[in-house]
């Protein structure tokens, strides 16, 4: 019999529609594999309970049994990025801050995912409160890179792409405020998808940077992100900046032509210093297959892109500093301190965050200040808007624009505190999309030179709602290169 | 310099909670007298993942509002936020709205003291702005720690802000209470100060005389009722003329009133105030208020307190009288249906300003519940202006229409409380009484002229208090003088 969790979620889905298997099948197989190989990987930090699981799994064949319509994630088992609320699951954002809170509602990702029968595994690794592009950033377990313990996941959604590489889920959700989706799924070898901003909804997704902030799918093919964004995607009243807009067919969007699309680049941009060669050879390479599909590339200029990382961190930090300032112990969440309230938000501020979110933090309490505002936040949204003027003048020409996801083809772990400029720069390919609100993929676009060979990520742009064009000319690349077939070896358990 | 010199100039921020059914960014339901900590939901208590989602109603109401004091409303406003650490205060900011509030400019008319309420001031407004409400931090004598009561967190708000243009305690006073009205007769808030549905802080300054330059301002916060209202603004003033008198600085600073000293005391100077850290709400979109949206609320407006006013006095009542009419919507409402179904204004005016408010003082049901309905008045004084009844019957009457909600002519025709008219019949009372009372006649005619009343009463027991008392003083003088003793 097959290996149940070799098969990619459309399999699964399509599988289960023609009784090919039950879901509870699928379910004991993904609970096994985790069970085995979760000791060497730490994708989860929390696992639902196989009864549980199981439970679920019947209901779903139950379903079909009695000849109900089956979602498009019917027995596709999900597993989500820590930062979704899940009701009595824990759910701690990746921090001590938020350990041992059960969440008494239920998020709309969450909710979402099980309407469209996908069956709930878990709560994925992540940096803490989604700040860095590691996942080292946690006082919890480090998850490794499938393809290679000595790399990191990348992050903050780490977990997420380590999950969907070694196939502790089938696909799984992540969140995206400067590329957590798409750089950890380019360090990993899988397809990540950071939607429009607001077409995923927010509510039940804790909060980072709320104007950055956007929820995706993260699998190991085109299809499976974009069935998965079939079942998350649409208006939610809970989110006042849910967009209304209807949600588009995107398992179709994936069979439409791609030839004909106009593929933007900024060769400016692949001169910047920090982009690695192999990283480049591999997006050159990528660039003459889309052209193989029929696509023509074209020069653009973004003038403004080199402002991004610099934009992209005053605004996040201050988003963060606001959004963490209710985690102050008195309502959830492990309290410290013995002494009077002062003593109480300090000690437990102290205990609860770790030195990135701190670090967000002060930075963006700094550039709040009344008398730093105007040099500091003000200054960035008056970039900002610039950032997304010049997308909007680069799609008077193209149709999407293609970069380097990563510009590097893997990050050693840290055995030392790392510098974290550093860090910050490897995104500077992926922030111009959350400053602009606008929809990315991550793909899988090749493999560094070095033993292991690490994956390499091609990322495309699209503009505003334009995911059936960023599907269809994924599909396309996917259809014509054999990248995402490769699997990381099984990891060393024991 | 003489004392007098510095004129005050003040300002107030008037919160008030608006009366929606759920709270301003979520649907939880409000609540201020439940159980504590009962009305509540993921978002009041700033859960993680929670968002929040304006309430169209209280923006509707907000929007009455500023129609109502002719500010101008923004078609785009937008939201922000303001940091402070409290426990009362989930998220650790509140939503609010900073350089772009939804109503800007706007006057209140406000009626002058007591007596002469015709001399109205004008008090022009910045701004109004809404915003959420904080819960309630309980802090019990003696225990080391406090408890917080999250029901109010997430109520819905709004801050009118007036410009400084107030110039008197006793002005400020008026202001805040021409606020409450108009507030009330829109039904968007139960604004009572007790239960802080009205809450209002004042700014104050003094003024040298024949300068422009406005003196250091300084503000008193939570003033609770209008009686502290007053005399928080009176002890700021004293405060500042006294250091100003002293050759001292003011030094900008908020203030708390001390009640029982009667003296305002700096909790906090500028150099200690908090930074707010105020930034754009990112998770909410700008709040839009269509032009059709503003002129359907236009046209539902009531005809406010001001207006009614101006109708009454136009009818002829006394603007003392129009005043306490138009102090609360209900009873201008019942005035209007009295009015409306015919009858003397001033006479209505009299009878449900004293029997009605009288009768009223013991009892908690709304007006517009009373068993005695407004047509009913105008009845009442009927049967008097045409002489059915007397005045002294009247007021039994009323008490008992009052009471069983049985109106006024029924009680007159069951309770036999028809004038008695018939000369003949009361002359034959009088001629009776008359004949058993010589000693009050012989004290009558020794010139003690008071003892009349004496007979006038002895008339009206035995008709039971129907007869006409005009009539039995006539009749009683014929009878006095045909009886006098002859002079000598």
Known sequence: MTDLTSLTASQIARGVGAGQFSVVDVATAFYDRCTYIEPALHSYLTRVPQDQVIRAAKAIDLARAQGRQLGPLAGVPVGLKDIFVTKDLATTCGSRMLEGWLPPYQGTHARRVTEAGGIVLGKLAMDEFAMGSSSENTPFTVVQNPWSKDHVAGGSSGGSAAAVSARTASVTLGSDTGGSIRQPASLCGVVGLKPTYGRVSRAGMIAFASSLDQAGPLGVCVEDVARTLQAIAGHDPADATSLTDPVPDYLAACQAPASGLRVGVDRAALERPGLQPEVRRAFEQALLVLRDCGMTVVDISRPHAHLGIACYYIICCAEAASNLARYDGLRYGPRHGEGDLQEVYRATRTAGFGPEVKRRILLGTHVLRADCYEEHYGRAMRVRTLIADDYTQAFATCDLIATPTSPVAGIARASTERDPLELYLSDMFTVGANLAGLPAISMPAGFGAGTPGLPIGLQLIAPRLAEPTLLAAAQAFENHTTWHTRRPPEPEVG | ?488
């Open chain 2, 1 to 488: 310099m003489t004392v007098d010199a510095y004129s005050p100039v003040i300002g107030l921020e008037v919160h008030c909670q608006l009366n929606t059914a759920t709270k301003m960014f979520s649907p939880c339901e409000v609540a201020l007298l439940a159980e504590p900590n009962t009305a509540i939901d993921a978002y009041t208590l700033g859960l993680p993942g929670t968002l929040p989602v304006a309430n169209a109603a209280a923006v509707e109401s907000a929007v009455k509002l500023a129609l109502a004091l002719g500010c101008e409303v923004a078609g785009e406003s937008r939201w922000a936020r303001k940091h402070y650490f409290y426990p009362d205060l989930p998220k650790g900011y509140q939503i609010t709205q900073s350089d772009h509030p939804y109503a800007i400019g706007g006057e209140v008319l406000v009626p002058g003291p007591r007596g002469r309420e015709a001399e109205t001031t004008s008090v022009r407004l910045t701004r109004i702005h809404m915003e959420e409400d904080a819960g309630k931090n309980i802090h019990l004598p003696g225990e080391p720690w406090s408890l917080v009561d999250y029901n109010r967190a997430g109520a819905p708000l709004v801050e009118i802000v007036s410009e400084p243009d107030i110039r008197s305690a006793d002005e400020a006073a008026r202001y805040l209470r021409c606020l409450r009205e108009i507030v009330r007769y829109l039904g968007i808030s139960q604004a009572n100060m007790e239960e802080g549905t009205l809450r209002c802080d004042a700014n104050v300054s003094l003024k040298q005389p024949g300068s422009d330059r406005l003196g250091t301002r300084c503000e008193i916060k939570n003033l609770n009722s209008f009686r502290f209202l007053e005399l928080a603004i009176r002890a700021e003033i004293r405060r500042q003329r006294d250091l100003l008198q002293a050759g001292q600085k003011i030094v900008s600073a908020t203030l708390t009133y001390d009640v029982d000293r009667d003296r305002t005391r700096v909790m906090r100077t500028k150099e200690q105030a908090a930074d707010y850290r105020y930034m754009p709400e990112p998770d909410m979109p700008v709040l839009v208020i269509r032009p059709e949206v503003v002129a359907r609320l236009r046209e539902q407006l009531p005809e406010l307190p001001a207006a009614r006013r101006a109708r009454y006095i136009a009818l002829g009542i006394s603007p003392q009288d129009a005043a306490v009419i138009t102090g609360e919507p209900e009873l201008s409402d019942y005035f209007d249906a009295a009015l409306a179904s015919g009858g003397p204004p001033q006479k209505i005016c009299n009878w449900l300003t004293g029997e009605l408010l009288a009768a009223r003082n013991n009892d908690t049901r709304p007006l517009s519940q009373l068993p005695f309905v407004p047509a009913w008045l105008g009845q009442l004084i009927g049967l008097i202006d045409d002489g059915t009844i007397s005045g002294r019957a009247a007021k039994e009457v009323f008490a008992k229409s009052y009471a069983e909600g049985i109106e006024p002519a029924a009680i007159v025709a069951r309770d036999g409380y028809r004038q008695v008219r018939d000369t003949g019949a009361l002359e034959a009372i009088l001629a009776e009484i008359l004949d058993r009372s010589h000693k009050q006649l012989a004290q009558y005619y020794g010139g003690r002229q008071q003892i009349r009343g004496y007979f006038v009463g002895q008339v009206m027991k035995a008709t039971r208090g129907q007869a006409d008392p005009k009539l039995v003083q006539e009749l009683l003088s014929k009878a006095l003088a045909a009886r006098a003793p002859a002079a000598d």
